[in-house]
């Protein structure tokens, strides 16, 4: 089992910064790919970035050139720098973990952490 804790949301002015932490533990060792996804009200989750234990990241198109995922396996920590916040960024954003295997995706989540960019 693996656990997920979020750190970091808070309310911030528009333009403002934010940075979001997330450790994982527990059986973490086989853990492949962590990152953020983020659900707003009304909306589905979306994933915001993820980053690969071989260091392949991928963002959505609506925040990238704005947000930086940043991960270390060793310690199962993954961060995201979010930076020129705009209100359209307000939600709720969840750590997510993934154990790949060949039988089938075994997908970990924190209990999310709320983001509040004000006008």
């Known amino acids: 089992q693996v656990q997920l804790v979020e750190s970091g949301g808070g309310l911030v002015q528009a333009g403002g910064s934010l940075r979001l932490s997330c450790v994982a533990s527990g059986n973490t060792l086989r853990i492949n790919v962590m990152g953020w996804y983020r659900q707003a009200p009304g909306n589905e989750r979306e994933l915001v970035a993820s980053?690969?234990?071989?260091?392949?990241?991928n963002y959505a198109a609506s925040v990238k050139g704005r947000f930086t995922i940043s991960g270390d396996y060793a310690k199962s920590t993954v961060a995201l720098q979010m930076n020129s916040l705009k209100p359209e960024d307000t939600a709720v954003y969840y750590c997510?973990?993934?154990?790949?295997?060949?039988?089938?995706?075994?997908?970990?989540w924190g209990q999310g952490t709320q983001v509040t960019v004000s006008t």
């Open positions: 980053i690969s234990s071989l260091n392949s990241t």
């Open positions: 997510h973990a993934r154990d790949a295997t060949m039988i089938r995706d075994f997908d970990f």
